[in-house]
């Protein structure tokens, strides 16, 4: 070998390393191109994800007791470590059951063991300690974050990787298209016409809406009159005919900066049932990951990391 040839392999080398046992390249698809177009309606009845891989960091977060059921979404941030929305575990952390997530599949319910899909136990949930359940206030939905941790690492690799985390002071942009994805219901639901969720992985594209406006329209439209305090450790987000619904759970809302990276702004956690084709007029609300960085990373005891720095969008 010449010494060119020699320097070109060892980069080659690291490259690939660090490609399957780091956080350090999140954020990446395996498709990268992204083509707006695609993300045409809401998740409900709206465009399925095409290929296993093309949102690597997503998974599904499974139950079995007598049988098996899905109860949220939730994304990769490292390779012991899921991120999902607290209300994920409401009345579902019991002995007796086994918990586990899906990694690698574009169905929620998956049963598959072929070599593509991999299936690995949760081993402790950390709900954050100021999370409120319970009947709806003023307080409802606060702090609506969980950490699952693994029994064993996620391995790396095309179909099955991080996503980025922002920076704790990162500006949330109010400009750009945020995508949200999930396995949800996919129609209209009505008490004649229920739409039981096919438990198949779909994208959507949502506006960011500032937070004061947000607050006079949930006040505006809330049948129950309940007076959401939306707060910094909130995002709200829809469009008209676009937006998030039951079994979205704890799936992303994400950007891609300018540099191709997919990053996680938001957590799924609240919404008003009633107005689910109008959630600009009735945005869906999300936990605000930038609020939550150092309880992330404390957590985790520095194996997930957000970012250092601001992220041009």
């Not at 949760?122 to 999370?131: A, D, G, I, L, N």
């Amino acid at each position: 070998f010449s010494l060119q040839r020699m320097r070109l392999l060892a980069l080659l080398v690291l490259f690939i390393s660090l490609n399957v046992g780091s956080t350090s390249l999140c954020g990446l698809r395996k498709n990268s191109k992204f083509n707006g177009a695609r993300f045409r309606r809401h998740i409900i009845g709206g465009n399925k994800v095409a290929n296993v891989g093309d949102w690597p960091w997503q998974v599904a977060v499974q139950v079995f007791n007598s049988t098996l059921s899905s109860i949220c979404g939730g994304t990769v941030i490292a390779d012991r470590w899921i991120l999902t929305a607290a209300h994920c575990a409401n009345k579902q952390c019991r002995e007796g059951f086994t918990y586990r997530i899906a990694a690698g599949t574009l169905k929620a319910l998956v049963v598959d063991t072929s070599e593509q899909v991999v299936f690995i136990n949760v081993t402790r949930f950390y709900v954050h300690p100021e999370y409120e359940s319970g009947a709806i206030s003023e307080s409802y939905m606060h702090n609506d974050i969980m950490l699952l941790e693994l029994e064993s690492a996620l391995t790396f690799n095309e179909i099955v990787s991080p996503v980025c985390l922002p920076s704790r002071v990162q500006t949330i942009p109010q400009d750009k298209i945020a995508v949200a994805i999930g396995y949800g219901q996919y129609e209209q639901p009505s008490f004649t016409n229920p739409v039981p969720s096919d438990g198949r992985l779909r994208e959507t594209k949502i506006s960011i809406i500032p937070r004061d406006a947000c607050k006079t329209r949930l006040d505006a439209v809330n049948p129950k009159r309940i007076k959401f305090n939306i707060t910094e450790a909130h995002i709200c987000a829809g469009s008209a005919g676009h937006g998030v619904f039951h079994g979205d759970s704890g799936g992303p809302l994400m950007m891609r900066a300018k540099d191709g990276r997919w990053f996680q702004f938001g957590i799924v956690s609240a919404g008003v049932d009633e107005l689910i084709l109008a959630q600009d007029l009735a945005p869906a609300i999300f936990a605000n990951v930038v609020k939550f960085c150092n309880w992330i990373e404390e957590t985790t005891m520095g194996e997930a990391k957000c970012e250092k720095e601001e992220v041009d969008f």
